[in-house]
Nanobody, 114 residues
Framework: QVQLVESGGGLVQAGGSLRLSCAASGIIFSIDAMGWYRQAPGKQRELVAAITSGGKINYADSVKGRFTISRDNAKNTVYLQMNSLKPEDTAVYYC????????WGQGTQVTVSS
């Protein structure tokens, strides 16, 4: 059974930092890309950052220079370090893991107060 366990969300003031983690288990095929998406109320889910097994990284323009994605292949875990958070970063953040199939985490709430 595949499980993606996310952690690290919460409430933070503008300018603060949070670190999200997503640990994947039960995936029998090799993992290619791992990434983070977010969805704010009334908006579509959007890509925040993604990293391939080869280390290629892609960021949304809105988070470049503030967020850093990384992964630990031995632990099948992807991280998102979020610095200089802004109120517009408030959303539910979802982890996505792409192997032979794509898997989504349950989401973790990030709220940034002004």
């Amino acid at each position: 059974q595949v499980q993606l366990v996310e952690s690290g969300g919460g409430l933070v003031q503008a300018g603060g930092s949070l670190r999200l983690s997503c640990a994947a288990s039960g995936i029998i095929f090799s993992i290619d890309a791992m990434g983070w998406y977010r969805q704010a109320p009334g908006k579509q889910r959007e890509l925040v950052a993604a990293i391939t097994s080869g280390g290629k990284i892609n960021y949304a323009d809105s988070v470049k220079g503030r967020f850093t994605i990384s992964r630990d292949n031995a632990k099948n875990t992807v991280y998102l370090q979020m610095n200089s958070l802004k109120p517009e970063d408030t959303a539910v953040y979802y982890c996505k893991v792409v192997s032979r199939y794509a898997y989504w985490g349950q989401g973790t709430q990030v709220t940034v107060s002004s």
